[in-house]
């Protein structure tokens, strides 16, 4: 799958791979050994130390105050931003094949689905916060939604979300490397 996008009706997704010569197409396609980029579905202590995660999480958990900002139908475009900066970065979403046991890409409707689950998630910390400040948040978000007024387009949101996503992948993945 090329990482490139293209509009499929109203929703964002990825470009089918142009045709390469076998030797090219088998690294990009070879599944059995995951890449620092991937991103790894499933649980447990390896998954979530896996390096693809620890920046997908973290650009995940940057980019919750935006998917909250924003009107409820937008948020799907926070979601498909995050998903395909991580596939534009290289990445694919992954998922260990029960009887086969073998890496499968879960496929962009999936792992969108699996972003918008994640960017409701609370953090440790929001758990931990008084109900007072969680309401004082509520809010907030309410206030900021009604000053800044709703979108003009569909594509503006996206492009706005797409970019910021992108940005947010590029600096994470910069500090995770430094560090």
């Known amino acids: 799958v090329d990482v490139a996008a293209h509009r499929n009706g109203s929703t964002l997704v990825p470009k089918p791979a ?3 010569d076998t030797a090219s197409n088998a690294s990009l396609d070879d599944l059995s050994q995951p890449r620092e980029v991937d991103v790894l579905c499933g649980r447990g202590g390896l998954i979530n130390k896996h390096p693809g995660n620890v920046v ?3 650009v995940v958990d940057y980019n919750k105050p935006y998917y909250q900002s924003v009107h409820k139908k937008h948020r799907i475009l926070v979601s498909q931003s995050i998903v395909q900066s991580i596939l534009n970065f290289g990445g694919r979403f992954l998922t260990l094949g029960a009887k086969s046991k073998t890496w ?3 496929g962009y409707k999936r792992a969108v ?3 918008s689950q994640a960017l409701r998630e609370r953090s440790a910390a929001q758990e931990d916060d008084d109900d007072d400040e969680e309401d004082d948040a509520d809010e907030d978000s309410a206030n900021y939604r009604k000053k800044k007024g709703s979108p003009d387009s569909k594509e503006e949101v996206l492009d706005k ?3 910021e996503a992108q940005t947010n992948l590029k600096k994470t993945h910069e500090r995770f490397k430094g560090s």
């Open 18 to 20: 142009a045709p390469m």
């Open 56 to 58: 997908y999480r973290k």
């Open 104 to 106: 499968m890409e879960i």
């Open 113 to 115: 689905q699996k972003t």
């Open 161 to 163: 979300y797409r970019w």
